[in-house]
């Protein structure tokens, strides 16, 4: 269950972060903004729980 924690809370983060960022006049709306911020926060979600299992794997032996 740890293991899980830190990548949603990094995945929350950079959706967060592609909310707030500017966007063009027609995609300015959260349903757009949501959908382009998956593609960055879904790898970063993938990187960052690969690190949390080598980390937490590493640790426990």
Same mark, same amino acid.
């Given at each position: 269950?740890?293991? *899980?924690?830190?990548?949603?809370?990094?995945?929350? /983060?950079?959706?967060?972060?592609?909310?707030?960022?500017?966007?063009?006049?027609? &995609?300015?709306?959260?349903?757009?903004?949501?959908?382009?911020?998956?593609? &960055?926060?879904?790898?970063?979600? /993938?990187?960052?729980?690969? *690190?949390?299992?080598?980390? %937490? $794997? $590493?640790?426990? %032996?």
């Amino acid at each position: 269950m740890k293991k *899980i924690i830190v990548p949603l809370l990094v995945y929350l /983060i950079v959706c967060i972060i592609a909310v707030m960022l500017p966007a063009s006049d027609g &995609y300015n709306t959260i349903g757009w903004k949501l959908l382009i911020g998956q593609i &960055y926060a879904i790898p970063v979600l /993938i990187i960052a729980f690969l *690190i949390s299992f080598f980390l %937490h $794997r $590493r640790l426990s %032996h």
